[in-house]
């Protein structure tokens, strides 16, 4: 009797499990299981349809990536681990530290760096280069739309340029600028919102009059940036070009991903098993 009623036990909780863990949507033959539902809903604290939302797109990117015949190499990603090391200011050990305490391990982090390395790079290729570089034209009739989200936008920055081959001897000049330390280099530069790169000057709006912008790894060395002033010479739209060129094209990235993604749903194999 015993006997039987532990099969028993064993048996429904066998079952649960699988209920549990059951197989819930098969994308292209790839499965969703609903514990990997319950864990991205749990984690990014998102409802069911959101979550189910990200790990189809997540199915269909990872299957266009197989299909494209994306590669990368072991020695890319170690480049990249290092590089965001060194970004970090910490050495690979110290960064295994740090994941180990979020709970990740090395294995796992290695995949998931490899894995978003494809996904630029296909990103880069399939979906980036379909979109055109705007016309001047088209950039100001933008810009007078959303004057607003650029009405703060500094015209023109006189700043201080630390540059250095060591992160942390850069660190110690950032803390101490007035310290001479031979290995720092110091550039004066004054130059308006429309000469820089979207990327910097994104770095140097968000960053405080009289503050040191974030390091940065070029791939050459580290640079920071001492914001002395923004502010002054040209006004209106050629002031803040390249502010507009960098949220236009935010714009159009995040539309031509989602388009791309619509496209692959339509035509992909997407079967509900249970929710």
């Known amino acids: 009797m015993k006997k039987t009623l532990s099969l028993l036990i064993f048996c429904l909780i066998s079952s ?3 209920v549990i863990d059951a197989v819930a949507i098969d994308v292209e033959g790839e499965a969703i299981t609903t514990l990997e539902i319950q864990a991205v809903q749990q984690r990014l604290k998102m409802s069911k349809e959101a979550a189910v939302e990200m ?10 990536i197989n299909n494209a015949g994306i590669t990368i190499d072991d020695a ?4 990249k681990i290092d590089m965001i090391a060194n970004s970090k200011n910490v050495s690979r050990e110290q960064l295994k530290t740090l994941l180990q305490q979020k709970g990740l391990t090395w294995n796992s982090y290695i995949k998931r760096i490899k894995l978003d390395m494809k996904k630029e790079r296909f990103f880069q290729k399939y979906i980036l280069s379909t979109i055109d570089r705007p016309s001047d034209s088209e950039l100001e009739t933008y810009y007078n739309t959303h004057k607003s989200a650029f009405s703060s936008a500094p015209t023109q920055m006189s700043l201080i340029a630390y540059k250095s ?9 950032i803390s101490n600028p007035m310290k001479p330390i031979s290995e720092v280099t110091k ?6 919102s429309n000469e820089m790169s979207p ?5 140097i709006q968000q960053t405080p009059t009289n503050s040191f912008t974030s390091p940065v790894n070029t791939g050459k060395g580290f640079i920071a940036y001492f914001v002395k002033s923004k502010g002054g010479g040209q006004s209106g739209f050629m002031a803040v ?5 960098a949220q236009w094209m ?19 194999k997407i079967r509900v098993i249970r929710l």
């Not at 790990?55 to 266009?64: C, F, G, N, S, V």
């Not at 550039?187 to 308006?192: D, G, Q, R, T």
């Not at 070009?241 to 060129?245: D, F, H, I, R, S």
């Open 16 to 18: 649960h499990a699988q």
């Open 55 to 64: 790990l189809i797109r997540d199915r269909l990117e990872k299957a266009a």
């Open 76 to 79: 890319q990603v170690e480049a």
């Open 165 to 173: 081959d060591s992160a942390n001897l850069l660190k110690e000049a």
């Open 187 to 192: 550039e004066n530069i004054l130059a308006s």
């Open 199 to 203: 990327a910097l000057l994104n770095l």
């Open 241 to 245: 070009k390249n502010a507009v060129l």
């Open 250 to 268: 935010q714009e159009k990235r995040l539309q031509a991903s989602k388009d791309f993604i619509e496209k692959l749903k339509s035509n992909a």
